[in-house]
């Protein structure tokens, strides 16, 4: 078995773009292994802001034999009355690359066809490698795209050099135009130029003196430098660790340096400071036990040697006071005025093409807000508080500060809030609305409303997703609807009524009908999904649309009934399949009916009195176990009675009763939707 190792070696890659790069580069090559019916152990991408590279272990030194069988034309026309070849399937052979011994015949359906077994022996494997790397090269997804030279390319950035290897063999390749060597280059400041790789499977190991070739090890040696004296907090260090992805690819060779933020920083908005570290300068902040930033920062730099580390720590932290300077300005600016009176430039500001402003965005957030405050019945206070986030929802957007950190919408919102003296149901709001984690009412049903316009207004004005294209967030906002409704106290809420209001915020609504079936498939696919509870089963496609009527009145409680559903499947096949077959039977006898009163008088059986009260003991609401009850006394009821009495009378009774019966199973669900 063999080792096959290949480095394109680059200009320097945006470090945001290494992580999809590395999983493409993969993908690619464990396809086009397949594809060359190739054996492997093991491939494995890696690579850093200047290389990529893929290494196999455990290759075949050959492809293996591949045997194909090809359908050619029918007999009729492949042979002649005398068995012999006619110029059809002469022209087969020739085409299909076989001689006349490998051709047989084979009967499909009514007519007989000539086919023809065609073996391919394996190659060896240097002579398929060359032709690999040049498609996997030539058809690796890239973010974006350069040519430069002569026309070279495209590739994600100039390539420099190529190194091939087949263990200690150099494979004869040629890419972007260069010729593939041993040769690799180390790192561009600290290492003395190019050296020679020996063998294909120490490369990893030779080149650890010169760089941190992968993208995980350089991840770890940076989380081991921030964990080592750091709090012990959730919140912050997610913050943090959140960036080392992105951070380690902008180096080869990490050196960590600490610097000192001047205090007169320190009394702006702790969130401020850490975006402006995060965004501009992926700098991370050190913190204390309590979760407030220490003054102190963590560099990760590239090219530290004791004579430039002092020379690189005074720029960083140079331009680190320039950009808080820039944070210190925007919130001075900012504070200059109330959150609320810059509620009249969201009039400037356009939300969508046809759809009005963001004033007019919150105006519409606003009633909602009220229309769905008064359907839970809330007091008249929370209708104030609801009101009064609505309102300013979306101020912050218009913020100097929120112009340069548009991370930070909602977030300072709060902050802006809390400067003005406003409650802190108010301010928390804000935040809430936008970040639904942990928010109280208030903070929920604005965010409720906020999504249900953004989705309602983007169908009417024909700014529908598309396949992969959803510029405007649709789909998220409408599993974040699905998933408020999931709240035990917003349960209540009816999916098919809040959307109705949404439209009736538009004066000319339209796709209306697309819009609610593009939501029932999203329903439905929520339905099925799994819950984070162990002993939960996975709904099934014909169980989600049974109930699927009541999730657009009651999501939570239809959710609960599909499960309750499928674990009665699961755990009482007889019973589900008796409970489904009466309600498909009870359905089409009810057909067109409506209710009608019942006279227990008119009962001639005791099958039918005892079916009447097993009914009558189910109550208004009756749940899944209730209904199961149903099975037995219904099946009796239907051996000894018929339902379609020549007399009218007694026939018509009998018929309400089975609509009463068809009523309370369809409550639960549709159960001719339903597969036994």
């Known amino acids: 078995m063999h080792t096959y190792l290949l480095e394109i070696g680059c200009e320097e890659i945006p470090a945001r773009f290494m992580p999809g790069l590395l999983e493409a580069l993969k993908e690619k090559w464990t396809q086009a292994l397949a594809d060359a019916h190739l054996d492997y152990t093991s491939v494995q991408s890696l690579g850093t802001y200047r290389r990529l590279a893929v290494i196999i272990d455990g290759l075949a030194p050959s492809s293996k034999a591949v045997t194909t069988t090809i359908k050619g034309p029918p007999l009729s026309i492949a042979k002649d009355a005398h068995g012999h070849l006619t110029p059809a399937g002469l022209g087969f052979l020739k085409k299909a690359g076989v001689s006349s ?154 050196s960590f340096l600490v610097g000192k933020i001047d205090k007169k920083y320190l009394d702006l908005p702790q969130e401020a400071l850490v975006e402006c570290m995060h965004t501009h300068q992926k700098f991370f902040p050190r913190y204390d036990a309590k979760g407030n930033l220490t003054g102190k920062f963590v560099i990760v730099a590239d090219n530290v040697t004791d004579d430039n580390k002092t020379t690189i720590l005074e720029g960083n932290q140079n331009v680190l006071k320039a950009r808080l300077e820039d944070v210190s300005f925007f919130w001075q600016e900012d504070c200059r005025t109330s959150l609320a009176s810059k509620t009249e430039k969201l009039k400037t500001v356009l939300f969508q093409k046809g759809a009005g402003s963001l004033y007019d965005k919150v105006i519409r957030i606003a009633t909602l807000s009220e229309q769905l405050a008064i359907a839970l019945n809330l007091s008249k206070e929370d209708k104030k508080t609801i009101q009064d986030i609505a309102m300013l929802c979306k101020t912050d957007l218009v913020t100097q500060m929120v112009g340069e950190f548009p991370k930070l919408q909602g977030i300072m919102g709060r902050l802006y809030a809390k400067q003005d003296g406003l409650p802190e149901d108010v301010s928390q709001g804000i935040s809430a609305h936008y970040h639904l984690a942990n928010a109280a009412i208030p903070g929920l049903l604005v965010g409720l409303a906020d999504r249900i316009d953004t989705l309602t207004t983007c169908f009417c004005y024909n700014l529908i997703p598309t396949g992969s294209h959803d510029p405007w967030g649709i789909r998220q906002a409408l599993w974040e609807i699905i998933s408020l409704l999931k709240n035990q106290f917003l349960s209540s809420l009816s999916l098919k009524t809040i959307l109705d209001a949404g439209y009736a915020r538009h004066k000319t609504p339209t796709n209306q009908e697309l819009c609610y079936q593009f939501v029932e498939q999203r329903i439905k696919t929520s339905l099925m999904e799994k819950t984070s509870y162990p002993d939960d089963p996975s709904v099934s496609y014909d169980i989600a649309e049974a109930v699927l009527p009541h999730a657009w009145t009651c999501f939570l409680e239809a959710s609960n009934t599909a499960r309750k559903l499928e674990t009665f499947r699961q755990e009482n096949t007889k019973g589900f399949q008796g409970l489904t077959q009466l309600g498909v039977r009870v359905a089409r006898l009810a057909k067109d009916r409506t209710v009608q009163p019942i006279d227990p008088s008119l009962f001639c059986h005791q099958e039918e009195r005892d079916a009447y009260e097993t009914y009558l003991s189910l109550g208004p609401t009756p749940n899944l176990d209730s209904l199961a009850a149903l099975i037995d006394p219904m099946n009796r009821y239907f051996e000894a009675v018929l339902v379609m009495d020549t007399d009218s009378k007694i026939r018509e009774n009998r018929l309400s009763f089975i609509h009463a019966v068809h009523c309370r199973l369809s409550s639960i669900a549709d159960f001719e939707k339903i597969s036994v």
Not at 141 to 170: C, E, T, Y
Request: with cysteine; charged share 15%.
């Open 101 to 254: 011994e490998a051709v047989f015949e084979k009967t499909e359906g009514t007519a007989t066809y000539l086919w023809a077994t065609k073996t391919q022996a394996g190659q060896p494997t240097d002579t398929l490698l060359p032709d690999i790397a040049l498609h996997v090269a030539s058809n690796l997804h890239l973010p974006i795209a350069m040519k430069w030279g002569a026309n070279q390319g495209p590739f994600i950035r100039p390539v420099h050099w190529i190194m091939s290897l087949l263990d200690a063999s150099i494979i004869p390749l040629t890419l972007f135009g260069i010729n593939a060597s041993r040769t690799s280059m180390g790192h561009r400041f600290l290492s003395k130029g190019t050296f020679d790789i020996t063998h294909a499977n120490t490369y990893i190991a030779s080149l650890s003196s010169h760089f941190v070739l992968s993208g995980e090890a350089c991840e770890k040696k940076i989380r081991d430098f921030l964990s080592s004296n750091q709090a012990p907090f959730e919140e912050e260090l997610k913050a943090i660790f959140s960036l080392i992805p992105e951070v380690a690819y902008l180096t080869e060779w990490p």
